[in-house]
């Protein structure tokens, strides 16, 4: 089969302007809950894109681990997205619920979750998870698989003689939103886009063409 004779028609759906939330994050939520509700596939997925040293665009799928007052997720801050975050603390995110025929894009500002706030969710992760985050140089070139389950080993038996805590290259972003897109699969290729953009303070909502 041709690439360009793969398509589908969306139809499942509708998306009316007058029926959505003033608030973009309170929106998102209901979408979010929407989605685990419909159990589609890793409804938290998100790609983040950020920028490199160079301006180009760079992109990875991350988790959503939060949505109150922005988009939170957890990283090494010495990865190559941790990096270009810090250097330049724009990006965007791009949401996929397929089974619900619908697509969230987000872009903002990026700043560092407090310490706390990344402690309280380091220290709920499964201890596994704990203890791979002072193993991995993120991003990193590595010689080869072993020199991981070296470093695992050498971890697992550091803190079977010291308590687990979160290391200091490890911890959380926030994007703030300045925008947000929501986008609702019709037919004929006509889809309901509804974008949302801050204006000092106010969220003002219009109907974008397909």
Do not use: C
Request: a positive charge.
């Amino acid at each position: 089969m041709k690439l360009a004779d793969i398509r589908k028609e969306y139809s499942s759906k509708t998306l009316d302007i007058k029926g959505m939330k003033t608030d973009p994050l309170e929106q998102f939520k209901l979408w979010l809950s929407e989605a685990i509700t419909a159990q589609a596939n890793e409804p938290t997925a998100m790609h983040l894109s950020t920028v490199d040293a160079d301006m180009k665009p760079d992109g990875r799928i991350v988790l959503l681990k939060g949505v109150e007052e922005g988009f939170v997720f957890f990283t090494n801050y010495s990865s190559t997205k941790g990096k270009q975050l810090e250097k330049h603390p724009v990006a965007s995110l791009t949401f996929f619920w397929p089974e619900l025929e619908r697509q969230v894009r987000i872009a903002g500002r990026v700043e560092r979750v407090g310490g706390a706030e990344s402690d309280e969710y380091y220290l709920s992760r499964p201890r596994e998870s704990q203890v791979g985050a002072w193993v991995s140089p993120q991003s990193q070139v590595i010689p080869d698989r072993a020199y991981l389950e070296e470093k695992l080993a050498e971890a697992v038996k550091r803190f079977k003689e010291e308590p687990l805590k979160r290391p200091n290259h490890w911890g959380g972003f926030r994007l703030v939103p300045e925008s947000l897109e929501f986008w609702q699969g019709r037919p004929a290729r006509l889809h309901d886009r509804i974008r949302y953009q801050l204006f000092e303070r106010t969220w003002k909502m219009d109907r974008l063409a397909p």
